[in-house]
DNA sequence: GGCGTATTCAACCAATAGGTTGACTCACTG
DNA sequence: CAGTGAGTCAACCTATTGGTTGAATACGCC
């Protein structure tokens, strides 16, 4: 799975996940601090955050043998352009249609409209 | 994983399905048309199908034997929510940290400062 | 009623994800 | 230098995911 999106997507897919991020919010913290409120393993924090490293939501340092853990919010921002871009698309979408609709009030008087989009020539298969 | 948050997340972790999604902005399409330029089996992009309309993101209605897919871009709202607080509050916490710098520059002149953080007393476990 | 088209259901398979435990490394501390 | 605390690595287990093929279902059309 290489994909940047696909990544940040699968990382914030997971509650644990997108606990630890919300804490990171707060302020850095080191992996026993993050792992403390859960009742998984050390490791299986260590898992996720290795998950979210991966996925550029997250960056480690070294402070002697701890590794505080930081927030690095960039890939929400490629996350939301795209969200973004086709919530809105949709919603235009939508409003052509209504739009549509509005126009061509007595071309179709009373029978529902038979495709929205056109056969487009299948592949007969 | 029942919490809507983590299906959404989860729907648009795979490319196949974001690009469904990105081609339902342009049209609702049925099952085969949506699975044409995809050199998987039917099948898989019906699973797909199933996938987001679990998570919200699309609707199917019945057309006789049409199963036409619909996009619901609601879902986004809650993602582009939860991203963009977050988001937010980190962007006011990097911004909080360097107010904090730059109000104490004679505090600890040459040296590095020791801790981004407190130690906030960690539990002694 | 029988045929073809559109789609789903079911069983199966390989790879991945999320979790576990145990051993290891690394850096400070006494 | 021995001990301790913080993390990671490795091997393993189970459930889920994304894919497959083959059979079943649901409509519309001669």
Redesign the pocket.
């Known amino acids: 799975?290489a994909d940047p999106l696909s990544k940040a997507f699968?990382a914030l897919?997971?509650p644990?996940?997108r606990d630890i991020v919300a804490r990171l919010t707060m302020a850095d913290a080191?992996?026993?601090?993050l792992?403390a409120p859960y009742?998984?393993?050390?490791?299986?924090?260590?898992?996720?955050?290795?998950?979210l490293e991966d996925a550029g939501v997250v960056t480690?340092s070294?402070d002697?043998?701890?590794?505080?853990v930081h927030l690095d919010a960039q890939v929400f921002d490629l996350m939301t352009k795209w969200l973004e871009r086709y919530r809105q698309q949709a919603h235009e979408r939508y409003e052509r249609l209504d739009e549509l609709l509005a126009d061509l009030p007595d071309d179709v008087p009373t029978e529902p409209p038979p495709h929205t989009h056109p056969p487009e020539q299948?592949t007969?298969?």
Chains 1, 2 share one sequence.
Not at 64 to 68: N, T, V
């Open positions: 799975m699968a897919a997971d644990t996940r080191t992996v026993s601090e792992a009742d998984v393993s050390l490791q299986a924090v260590s898992k996720h955050l290795k998950v480690r070294r002697a043998q701890r590794r505080p299948r007969p298969r």
